[in-house]
């Protein structure tokens, strides 16, 4: 393959080679590309598919590293908020209406994936509620989206106990069996505060991991020092049982709300660990984890969009470019660099996090992801600069995912729908040549 006429990371123009999946190098752009070598090392041979750019920006496609997909509740009606403040008022809330739909709840699983996809994502980590009301229901509706769009995105599915481990019992079996069943990541949720029992219940998180192989993620609303001390527990297990680089905390947004010396030695020992953040890029009051700061310590930060206009609340709308906004914005960042930063941290950030073998962002100047060699996952964008396009979330929209098209103007391709050569369907010249998904009933 052949993308002709992008600016990787808003920088010169260049056509991008794609071979095997992967970035095979980058050309100086000019005409008549169509994919193949010449002697001189020019791509002029016909032979390959060729991804017209039109000018538009290239980056990285989106890493979405902490969604629910079993609470969508996009592209159905929208309805009034109803629930009471406090985790467990909210899920009480989720767990009297989430069966009450016109549309089966799988599909609007997967629907709401297709929506992301379309927009950029290509990697995602999705929580599945599993409690003793819906067992394994929502994890099964998560499964079979991943798996229905298994040729357009990566997805990580985590056992996720949102009403605790110990408040009802029954939980913790069902946890065990979404894990053999192809949860990756186990969760855990406030320790303290919702279980009140925080030894305990990160022993059964701890203990879940190590038996199964999977990674942990720790949803962490807890204030200040109560949340310290349950993030100096899940640092300890980490030390102790060698899960270095296998732990994300997420949330966590008023751990740098306390001492500043508190701070910089959190931060340190996360470092340390190679205890990863995911941030949904909330908007709370205080003082918040300095973004840059995090990079150069070399921590692992990535970005999520959390629910999608579900029974939590009714934000979400499935575009990480949009959430890509919402991280600038709640941390008040102005500067281009910083901005751009934020672009990078919702791209490649939240991929070094689901992917440990891709490099950690190393500071807010650090542009991966578009080098040969790299995985061919690509979104190409209009904007005249990187943060311009997080200003503006511009719809001309193409995807890439390991090296094919996945989706083109907003719309999911089926499977092999691309021809083997000329430009993509919806690209200038090849009018009536588009093939987007069959029709869904959530459109």
Known sequence: MLITDVRPWGGPTVDIEVRDGRIAALHPAGPGRTGAHDDEGSPQAPGGTVVEGRGRLALPAFSDV????????????????????????????????????????????????????????????????????????????????????????????????????????GTVPLIEEALRQGATTVGGIDPCQLDRDPARHLDIVFGLAEKHGADVDIHLHEPGHLGIFSAELVFERTRALGMQGRVTLSHAYDLANVHPDATARLVEEMAELDVAWATVAPAVPGVQFDLARMSEAGIRVGLGEDGQRDYWSPYGNCDMLDRTWQLAFTHRLRRDQLIEHCAAIATMGGASILDRSVPRLTGSADRPGLRPGDRADLVLVDGETVTSAVMDRGRDRTVL?????????????????????????????????????????LR
């Open 66 to 169: 902490h969604v629910h997909l079993d609470s969508t509740r996009i592209g159905l009606p929208f309805r009034p908020h109803t629930a009471e403040p406090g985790v467990w008022n909210m899920m009480c809330n989720d767990r009297e209406n989430w069966r009450d739909t016109p549309v089966p709840h799988a599909e609007i699983v997967a629907g709401t994936l297709e929506r992301m996809v379309a927009r950029g994502t290509t990697r995602v980590r999705s929580y599945a509620q599993v409690d003793v009301d819906c067992r394994l229901e929502r994890f099964g509706s998560v499964l079979a989206a991943k798996e229905r769009f298994a040729h357009a995105a990566d997805v990580e599915i985590m056992a996720f106990p949102q009403a605790g481990l110990l408040r009802e019992e």
């Open 401 to 441: 995912h390991d090296g094919r098209v996945v989706a083109d103007g907003l719309e999911v391709l089926r499977p092999g729908a691309l021809r083997d050569s000329g430009p993509v369907p919806g690209a200038p010249g090849a009018e009536g040549e588009r093939r987007g998904p069959q029709p869904s009933t």
